[in-house]
């Protein structure tokens, strides 16, 4: 347990100073877009309303109030965002065969550290979900903020009333946000089933060289399909089934998926795995 | 301490044929303490049991002595001092006569090129003092 | 004591290691010879679980190899175990927060033997320099086996001379290592015992000293005769 603590903590570190980049990206683009957004919306709003002689709720008669989605639609916002996923995708892979590849031969020592290597697995699990964690935490603060921005600029009488749950874009990251704190739960347990999919199909390719590829991907397939197999009898066999019964049937799913991933990644670790 | 050791010997039969040589030139003071095994086996850079082998092969001749936990010493026994120098001596007699046996030659006459090499080298010697 | 088994190894379809059995004392020496890619450093990974084999056992005083065993036993490959942006003595916090068995002093006094720099980032190293970290993280463990891939291999001579010095120092005393090498006539005097190989099979294995008493041969005599039939 110990062990498993330090090398989170060591991953984690590692790759601090890239995260505290992408933290800079984001609240740069996110902040200024923000003000810039504002700022153009209110110099055509005042250009409007002193041509036309119109007062403030006149104007908001004719043209509309200022939602908060111009700013959450456009690239300002979502730029950065598309921008950490990416970066994170990438680092889900790179966690481990960075300690591979190259003039790094880290993954010797990692292997002859006094611990079971799972500790390196889920440490490296951990990390991926605090990181994640952590840039869902930096956006709420961010629209706290960006929404302070707009109320500077654009008074209260311009702007349509706002919310995270039902602004159009945002809906989509209703995933991301989710309503409810076990719905958070479950889409976080999502998150993590599917990157420790991902990390075993990584140690199944580690461990067979060429070949492992394959296994790895019919590894991945083979995942996809169990977890999925309630929700295509659900759609075979519909309304037949109650909605608890369809969640347990999930559930049950998840945790074959979750308890092979994690078996597999630890006899490969013990017994197949290669430098 | 620099030693040349060959491949083929065994080098604790080098190591105790060192000392030997040490000890019947005097390098070595009877009673002299030695270098722990280990020191010694530093200083020759060879491993070090080779080193421990050879100070017991050392130790069973009667070559060197060990009281308890006390660093080894060479051995103050004149008699086995002695034996030291007779061996090494006659080692070289042996090898200088089997030198020259195959040439035929009396010997009184190598003999007397021996004792004028000898006067010379040591009159060089004094030379140079 | 280390005793390896009857080790098989297959990769692809080339049989890496045949029938290897061997066994390396505490307190000795033990070099494996052979030509490069004759299976000197697969089974070393072997032993220490970082490959894994076909069949056979391996085996350290007795018991299989687990996770508690590397605080016993520690492998110095030929390429660097740390993360090359670290400092020294970054390398150093990280071997004393894991290693229950890490000694700061002999690190320290490793690190002015060799006279490194401890603010010095690794990545910025010589090779020469390298392979001494590389070996002073590995000699810097209170283990009771070592073992160390071509330690002399791709440096300069007077790094050798150092390396040298190291194994006739208390550093390796009591300590049961196992050395590789293809170059046997630098190291000839300091080793306890050989294992020859070749093709991934143990030709001959034996204590030099006694080869040398028993038959006059040296290990490079041994050599030519055995690699020549």
């Not at chain 1, 002193?50 to 509309?64: F, H, I, P, R, T």
């Not at chain 1, 605090?130 to 961010?142: K, N, P, S």
């Not at chain 1, 990251?173 to 990584?202: C, D, K, N, Q």
């Amino acid at each position: 347990m110990k062990n498993y603590l330090k090398l989170v903590n060591f991953e984690v570190n590692r790759f601090f100073k890239l995260y505290l980049i992408l933290i800079g990206l984001t609240m740069l683009s996110q902040l200024i877009g923000a003000g810039i957004i504002s700022q153009t919306y209110m110099k055509n709003a005042k250009q409007l309303m002193a041509e036309n002689q119109l007062s403030m709720s006149q104007y908001v008669e004719q043209y509309g109030t200022f939602s908060f989605d111009r700013f959450t639609d456009s690239e300002w916002f979502l730029l950065p965002i598309f921008f950490c996923i990416a970066m994170l995708m990438i680092y889900v892979f790179f966690i481990w065969y960075r300690d591979w590849l190259g003039k790094n031969t880290f993954i010797y020592r990692l292997f002859m550290l006094p611990t079971e290597r799972i500790a390196i697995y889920f440490a490296k699990l951990t990390t991926i979900m605090l990181l994640v964690l952590g840039l869902i935490a930096l956006q709420i603060l961010l629209i706290l903020m960006e929404k302070q921005i707009v109320n500077k600029i654009i008074p209260i009488d311009l702007q349509s009333n706002f919310s995270i749950y039902t602004s159009s874009t945002l809906n989509m990251w209703r995933w991301l946000y989710p309503t409810s704190f076990t719905e958070f739960i479950l889409v976080y347990a999502l998150g993590l089933l599917f990157v420790a999919v991902i990390f075993t199909a990584i140690l199944i390719e580690r461990s067979y060289g060429l070949k492992g590829i394959f296994y790895a991907i019919f590894y991945g397939l083979l995942s996809l399909g169990v977890f999925f197999a309630p929700i295509l009898l659900v759609n075979v066999y519909t309304n037949y089934f109650y909605p608890l019964e369809i969640f347990l049937m999930v559930l049950v799913t998840s945790m074959i998926v979750l308890g092979s991933a994690i078996w597999i990644a630890n006899h490969l670790l013990k017994y197949k795995i290669r430098v | 301490m620099t030693v040349k050791f060959n491949n083929r010997d065994p080098v604790y039969v080098q190591v105790i044929r060192h000392f030997k040589e040490k000890i019947a030139k005097g390098y070595f003071e009877p009673g002299q303490e030695i270098p722990s095994r280990r020191e010694l086996a530093n200083q020759l850079k060879i491993n070090p049991n080779t080193a421990q082998r050879a100070y017991k092969e050392m130790g069973e001749q009667g070559l060197i002595f060990t009281e308890g936990n006390m660093p080894s010493c060479i051995t103050k026994d004149e008699a086995v001092l002695k034996s030291v120098r007779e061996e090494l001596i006659i080692e070289a007699v042996d090898l200088f006569l089997g030198s020259i046996k195959s040439i035929d030659v009396p010997l009184s006459e190598v003999l007397e090129l021996v004792k004028k090499k000898h006067d010379a080298e040591s009159g060089e010697a004094e030379e140079s003092k | 004591m280390i005793e390896v088994k009857n080790v098989n190894k297959k990769y692809g379809r080339k049989q890496v290691l045949k029938d290897i059995s061997f066994t390396a004392e505490k307190g000795e020496i033990t070099c494996l010879i052979g030509i490069n890619g004759v299976g000197k450093t697969t089974i070393m990974k072997a032993i220490m679980a970082l490959t894994p084999i076909n069949s056979g056992e391996i085996l350290m005083d007795g018991e299989k190899i687990t996770k508690e065993s590397f605080e016993k036993i520690t492998f110095i490959p030929d390429t660097i175990t740390m993360l090359p942006q670290m400092k020294i003595n970054e390398a150093f916090a990280f071997m004393a927060d894991f290693y229950k068995s890490w000694n700061p002093q002999r690190a320290e006094e490793l690190l002015q033997f060799f006279k490194l720099d401890p603010n010095e980032r690794i990545a910025n190293l010589s090779k020469g320099n390298t392979a001494k970290v590389n070996m002073l993280l590995g000699l810097s463990l209170d283990v009771d086996y070592l073992l160390m891939d071509e330690p002399f291999s791709g440096i300069d001579i007077f790094s050798r001379e150092q390396i040298a010095e190291v194994f006739t120092s208390h550093l390796i005393e009591e300590r049961g290592v196992i050395i590789t090498t293809h170059e046997i006539s630098d190291i000839e005097h300091l080793i306890d015992k050989a294992v020859l190989m070749d093709e991934g099979a143990v030709l001959r294995e034996f204590s030099v000293e006694e080869v040398r008493e028993n038959e006059g041969k040296s290990v490079v005599d041994v050599m030519r005769e055995v690699y020549r039939a």
